[in-house]
DNA sequence: GTCTATATGAGGATAGAC
DNA sequence: GTCTATCCTCATATAGAC
């Protein structure tokens, strides 16, 4: 039962995750410095290193932890129907996933470059895997009839590009709930494939 | 005629801005030194500030350099006509100017963030303008009942956001032309939007 | 216009005390 | 687990010689 005093790790590691989550969407991970988190966090630099071996892996992992809970979420939600069905729950969910995590959304595209091949390697995988999601849909659509387009493959990240980019305009608290803005993105996804 | 020996003013300038370019492009803002700069120009890191005062002068000039030339070459293309001809010429505009300028785009984009307060409203201000070339032509076709969509706003960056997306992905070499790309997105763009 | 040399500071990471 | 102190490297920017 007894704890050490001054021990703190089950507080500190969330804590730190959190600052440097939050830094780097903000300046960017080449320009934050691990002194800058531990001010955040509250501790002095050195001690971040109980946390991660390294700079490197302290963003490989916030990226990772990021594509895990969203292809996992997805998996969740992706339950089958019509083709129809699917486009619409995909936009619905690529929409409310990512609107409330502005910060890891923008981490996931603009530090790619920062990350060591070997990681980004990894997180190149992961984010396959969920464009696969979408190309899956729009393929079975096709096959349907429900679905045209010139290019599969195009279409794809065409769709996904218009639906991220709403995380680079949108500000909580604007003149849209999410709900409206999910509709009235549904509404130019599922025309921009349609017969 | 004579010109002094060791005076490069006319070479050094363009290279440095050509070396910054494809620097901060690859490496980001933040993670580009002005030794690694000079090294790929060929001269030593204080020959640098003979052409510009300091750093953050020379994002702020590659990011308005680059706005200035797509403002001006947009501003030649547009033409007239009917909105449904304006927005075909748009699209691949948008296309054909952004696709070989990958990374005065990625600059664009993702450096933001680098720039000074006074600099960034500054380059802000250029992105608005353009966007609202795409907003009057949508409006236009709305009015001519060729056009329809929920919210023009969100049309707007929605399209811009699935067109400039391309850049991500696209490689030259790949296995479709320019023309193919444009007719593709072309399509896309047109049937997100119709009546 | 470019060089070398340097002022001045900040960066990541580690060692050892508590 | 955290702290202080420190190593070592690298950064931007400037000064003055050529």
New interface residues.
């Given amino acids: 039962m007894a704890r050490k005093q001054g021990s703190h790790s089950d507080i500190t590691g969330p804590k730190l995750r959190k600052a440097a989550r939050r830094l780097i969407a903000?300046?960017?991970?080449?320009?934050v410095s691990m002194r800058q988190i531990a001010a955040e966090v509250g501790v002095q630099a050195g001690a971040l290193y109980n946390y991660t071996p390294d700079k490197q892996s302290l963003l490989f992992d916030l990226m990772r932890e990021h594509m895990d809970e969203l292809l996992t979420a997805w998996d969740v939600e992706e339950k089958g129907g019509s083709a129809l069905e699917r486009l619409e729950r995909f936009t619905r969910f690529h929409i409310r996933f990512n609107l409330p995590r502005a910060d890891e959304v923008f981490i996931a595209y603009?530090e790619l470059?920062?990350l060591s091949p070997e990681n980004f390697a990894e997180i190149e995988k992961l984010r396959r895997q969920y464009e696969a999601g979408l190309e899956d849909i729009l393929r079975a659509g096709e096959a349907e009839g429900v679905f045209a387009?010139?290019?599969l493959r195009?279409?794809t990240?065409?769709?996904?590009?218009?639906l991220?980019?709403?995380n680079?305009?949108y500000r909580e608290n604007g003149r849209?709930s999410v709900a409206e803005?999910e509709?009235?993105?549904w509404?130019?996804?599922r025309?921009?494939?349609?017969v």
């Fill in positions: 903000q300046h960017g991970f080449a320009a603009m470059r920062n387009f010139t290019d195009i279409a990240m065409a769709l996904i590009a218009m991220t980019g709403l680079t305009w849209l803005i509709t009235i993105y509404d130019l996804v025309k921009s494939v349609a």
